[in-house]
Structures are given as structure tokens and as C-alpha cells.
């Protein structure tokens, strides 16, 4: 174990100058992102000696001392941790699982011929984290495999998959990515009108609106913004609706959608929206006031004004009001 400094907090320079690989790893409290960043510099600056007991440290009972060293592997960027990585993607802790994905992108296209056969694995885990690693290489090598992907049993690999195409934005993946709005699960279709969308290509419009309904939080939130690029006045109404989701997020990007699209349908509900609980929704429906332009919400506006709580919001109602009167911009209250 490690040296303390003072009654607490570890001596990382202690623990470096006596290779202590053990104790750095276990330095590390969940709460402490400042030794949390120091551990893992140190684990780098030890370099080629820190390798093998980081690949030990990746069986250790500790899912906490497991993930740090999947991260150190990542940042070291050495091809020979690939194999030990790949493994974790079986891991029982799902922040061990992600951070295996995050460290093989950081070591990059090295570990693609590694990756494609656990794509064929027997396992979805196994087969959902390589093709999200994949994806997170943007490399045009691997979109052979990904297509074949399409395919998978599991809608989550597909969805995985989809999302990994729409990333590399290569001409080679339209059709099929059009031929998965077909798709018998409602939210791979959604994925797909999404990737599509983001790739520019013209989609249809009730795909990305069928999307704000799925269950999944991350569709419903990208297709709340893919909204608001069409900039299609059909898209008002869904939108409005989404303005009541559950998640503060889907809420906030349906009001700035709501803003490009600049029909007057959305200046009352974007009103309602002002006293939002989340001051993340209350400042994008003010944006998106201030888009609009309509002199009904001057007096709404001027009460966000008072929230001195959250100056993004004060900020946002301001510039908004500005935009509505543009010849006289109003001035704040004093806080």
C-alpha cells in the first residue's frame, strides 16, 4: 500500500520514486478527481515498467482499481494493452466496459484487427463494445464490418452500429443506413433517421418524429435537435410535445429547435417553458423567444430577468427582450 502524506492524503511523489504501482492504484478515492488525474499521469511517467502489473490490476475484485487502469492503458497508447482491453468489454461493471471502448480509440487504429472478430463474438456485450470502439476510431477501414453489423441479433449492437456509420459520414454507408429505417425496431430506425440526418441526407421527416417517442433517452435527445435542422413547420406540433418530456435535456433541445423553426405555435408553450424547473430548459426557451421575436413574451422575459439564481438564464432573457426591442434593450435589475 502507499505512503500517506500528512494523516490522508497520499504522497504520489513517494509512491513514484519507490514504483509503488499498487499503491498509486489504490491512492484513488471516488471523490478525489484532483488525485484521481494525478494517479494516472504518475502511471504514465512510469511508462514501460507499469504494464504488466496494469494488466494484473485488470483481474483485480476492485471494479474501482480496474477502471483506473483500463483509463492509464488508454493514455499510455500501447498496442500491447489491446488483447488485455478487449477483455474487459465482458467486465461486470459497466463504467469498466465504457472505459475499455474510450481507452482502445485513444490507442487508436492499431487495435481495429483486434476489434473485428469480437464483433462475431457469441456474447452482445463483447460484440456491442468492439463495434462501439469501432466507431469511436472514425476510420473508413472499418465500415465493411460495421455494415455487416446492420445485421446483428441484438438491437443494440445495431443501434450501435447505426450511430458508428452516421460517425464516419462515408458515401458507402447511405443506402444502407436508408435500408435500416426499415428496420423491425422502432429505435434502430430512429438511429438511422438521425445518422441520416446529421449526414445531411434527406430523410423522412416522420422517422425523426416517430423518434421523440422511443424509449431510449440519447434517440429521443438527438432527434429533438435533428428537428429543429429541418427546419420543417410540420415538426412544430411533436416538438411542442417534447417540450413536456420527462428528461430536462429532451426539453432544452426541443425549445432551441423550436427557435429555428420560428413558428408563432411554439411562443406559448416556449412561455410555460420559462418556469421550467431545470434552468437549463428556462434558458433555451428564452433563446429561443428572442428568436421568434413575438412581443407577447416581453412581459414572461422580463420576469426571468429577476432569476439572479442562474445568470445564464438573466443573460439568455436579456439578449431575448434585446432581439424584441431592438431600438431600447432593456437593463437588468440590480441584484
Not at 502524506?5 to 499498487?22: M, Q, V
Not at 497508447?77 to 463504467?95: G, K, N, T, Y
Request: aromatic letters at 4%.
Amino acid at each position: 500500500m502507499g505512503i500517506l502524506h500528512g494523516l490522508t492524503k497520499p504522497n504520489i511523489r513517494a509512491l513514484i520514486e519507490k514504483k509503488d504501482i499498487d499503491g498509486l492504484l489504490r491512492s484513488v478515492t471516488s471523490t478525489d478527481y484532483v488525485g484521481f488525474s494525478e494517479t494516472i499521469s504518475a502511471l504514465k511517467m512510469l511508462g514501460e515498467e507499469a504494464l504488466e502489473p496494469l494488466f494484473k490490476a485488470l483481474r483485480d475484485p476492485d471494479g474501482r482499481i480496474r477502471g483506473i487502469s483500463v483509463l492509464v492503458l488508454g493514455e499510455m497508447r500501447d498496442p500491447r494493452a489491446v488483447e488485455p482491453l478487449i477483455q474487459r468489454f465482458s467486465d461486470e461493471e459497466w463504467h469498466v466496459r465504457f472505459y475499455a471502448v474510450l481507452a482502445l480509440g485513444l490507442i487508436g487504429e492499431s487495435s481495429i484487427d483486434f476489434l473485428i472478430p469480437v464483433t462475431r463474438s457469441p456474447e452482445p456485450e463483447a460484440r456491442r463494445g468492439a463495434v462501439r470502439a469501432l466507431g469511436e476510431l472514425r476510420n473508413s477501414r472499418t465500415i465493411p464490418i460495421l455494415l455487416e453489423t446492420l445485421r446483428d441479433p441484438d438491437k443494440f449492437v445495431r443501434i450501435t452500429a447505426v450511430w458508428a456509420l452516421g460517425g464516419i459520414n462515408d458515401p458507402r454507408t447511405v443506402e444502407p443506413l436508408l435500408c435500416t429505417l426499415q428496420d423491425p425496431d422502432p429505435e434502430v430506425r430512429s438511429r438511422a433517421a438521425i445518422a441520416l440526418s446529421s449526414m445531411h441526407i434527406s430523410t423522412s421527416l416522420d422517422s425523426l418524429i416517430s423518434a421523440l417517442q422511443v424509449e431510449n433517452v440519447g434517440i429521443r435527445m438527438e432527434a429533438a435537435s435533428a428537428l429543429g435542422e429541418l427546419n420543417d413547420p410540420a415538426a412544430v406540433d411533436p416538438l411542442i410535445r417534447a417540450l413536456e418530456d420527462e428528461n430536462s435535456m429532451i426539453r432544452r433541445n426541443a425549445a432551441i429547435s423550436l427557435g429555428k423553426i420560428g413558428d408563432s405555435r411554439a411562443v406559448d408553450p416556449l412561455i410555460h417553458r420559462l418556469k421550467d424547473e431545470h434552468w437549463n430548459v428556462r434558458e433555451g426557451a428564452a433563446i429561443s423567444l428572442g428568436k421568434i421575436g413575438d412581443p407577447r413574451a416581453v412581459d414572461p422575459l422580463k420576469e426571468v430577468l429577476k432569476d439572479l439564481e442562474f445568470k445564464y438564464v438573466q443573460t439568455a432573457a436579456l439578449q431575448a427582450l434585446g432581439a424584441i426591442h431592438k431600438d431600447t434593450p432593456p437593463v437588468p435589475p440590480n441584484s
